[in-house]
């Protein structure tokens, strides 16, 4: 028989409290970073398209002819596209995917596979749009249709850099 859960005590409550109240803090703090990361990315990837939802990606595939939802689901899966979630809903960069894309398609779903061994989603989705040395200080997501071997390059000194 367990016994009875006895009340806490006022200086075991106001304990409590005051740890329990950093705590709330802290995911606040959390849940803020992630809505900036989030607005940062949107920011971004706006002039290679931007980020949309699922729903946006397919229409682009069917526009494109490159596929439907079942495709979407099968790279996604696999790790093909740089995808993310955010308040429940996936989020995908749509610079991969149309005709612009198709070129490109190769290296692009290379250099993902390549990062995503020491990347979480988010830090891909990040690292597509920052700086890098290998591309003289142009971001991946703007060489990525028109010099596809150096952003897999850039991608497998990164990993290399990381992982060894």
């Known amino acids: 028989m367990q016994a009875a859960a006895q009340p806490l005590s006022d200086?075991?409550?106001?304990?409590?409290?005051?740890?329990?109240?950093?705590?709330?803090?802290?995911?606040?703090?959390?849940?803020?970073?992630?809505?900036?990361?989030?607005?940062?990315?949107l920011d971004a990837y706006r002039a290679s398209g931007g980020l949309g939802r699922g729903d946006e990606a397919v229409?682009?595939?069917?526009?494109?002819?490159?596929?439907?939802?079942?495709?979407?689901?099968?790279w996604v899966s696999d790790g093909d596209?740089?995808?993310?979630?955010?308040q429940r809903e996936i989020w995908?960069?749509?610079?991969?995917?149309?005709?612009?894309?198709?070129?490109?398609?190769?290296?692009?779903?290379?250099?993902?596979?390549?990062?995503?061994?020491?990347?979480?989603?988010?830090?891909?989705?990040?690292?597509?749009v920052q700086p890098h040395a290998v591309?003289?200080?142009?971001?991946p997501v703007s060489k990525i249709s028109t010099d596809g071997p150096a952003v897999l390059q850039a991608a497998r000194a990164e990993r290399f850099i990381l992982r060894g």
């Not at 591309?135 to 971001?139: A, G, I, K, P, V």
Request: charged share 20%.
């Open 11 to 41: 200086a075991q409550s106001a304990w409590a409290g005051s740890y329990s109240a950093p705590l709330r803090a802290q995911r606040m703090v959390t849940a803020r970073s992630a809505d900036e990361r989030f607005v940062a990315l």
């Open 59 to 74: 229409s682009v595939l069917r526009g494109a002819g490159q596929g439907d939802l079942p495709t979407l689901a099968r």
């Open 81 to 86: 596209v740089l995808c993310l979630s955010w």
């Open 92 to 128: 995908l960069p749509l610079f991969q995917f149309g005709k612009r894309a198709s070129a490109s398609w190769g290296q692009l779903r290379q250099s993902i596979q390549e990062l995503h061994a020491v990347y979480d989603a988010w830090e891909l989705a990040e690292w597509f």
């Open 135 to 139: 591309l003289n200080d142009e971001t």
